[in-house]
C-alpha cells in the first residue's frame, strides 16, 4: 500500500521560511516523479512544484518561481518543499503526489497523479 505523508506545516510569519517533507513508502520511489499541489481556503487545488525520479528535472507554477525549490532524497524516500519569502497568500493545505516515472515524464495536472497524501497545512500571517 503506498503512503505519502506530509510534514512541516505550521503557522508562520509573512517573510518566513519553512520545509515541507513528504515521506514515500509501499512505492518505487526512485522511479516516480514527485509532485507538491496546494488548495487554499474557498480555492481549488492547485499545482505547486514537480520533481522527475532522478531529481534531474525541476517544474513550479510560476506563482512560485524563485521562492519555492522542490528536491528529494532518493536514499530517505523523501521529497522536500522549500518554501522562503512566504506571503498570506501562500496559505494552504500542501499536499505531495506520485506517479511511477521510469522516463522522467511529469504533469501539472492532478490527474496525472495515482497516490496523494493527506496534506500539511500551511499558515501565513500577515
Known amino acids: 500500500q503506498v503512503q505519502l505523508v506530509e510534514s512541516g506545516g505550521e503557522v508562520v510569519q509573512a517573510g518566513g521560511s519553512l520545509r515541507l517533507s513528504c515521506a514515500a513508502s509501499?512505492?518505487?520511489?526512485?522511479?516516480?516523479?514527485m509532485g507538491w499541489f496546494r488548495q487554499a481556503p474557498g480555492k481549488a487545488r492547485e499545482f505547486v512544484s514537480a520533481?522527475?525520479?532522478?531529481?534531474?528535472?525541476?517544474y513550479y507554477a510560476d506563482s512560485v518561481k524563485g521562492r519555492f525549490t522542490i528536491s528529494r532524497d532518493n536514499a530517505k524516500n523523501t521529497v522536500y518543499l522549500q518554501i522562503n519569502s512566504l506571503k498570506p497568500e501562500d496559505t494552504a493545505v500542501y499536499t505531495c503526489?506520485?506517479?511511477?516515472?521510469?522516463?522522467?515524464?511529469?504533469?501539472?495536472?492532478?490527474?496525472?497523479?495515482?497516490?496523494w497524501g493527506q496534506g500539511t497545512q500551511v499558515a501565513v500571517s500577515s
Open positions: 509501499g512505492l518505487t520511489f526512485t522511479t516516480s516523479t
Open positions: 520533481i522527475t525520479s532522478n531529481g534531474g528535472r525541476t
Open positions: 503526489a506520485a506517479r511511477s516515472s521510469v522516463y522522467g515524464g511529469y504533469s501539472n495536472e492532478e490527474s496525472w497523479y495515482r497516490h
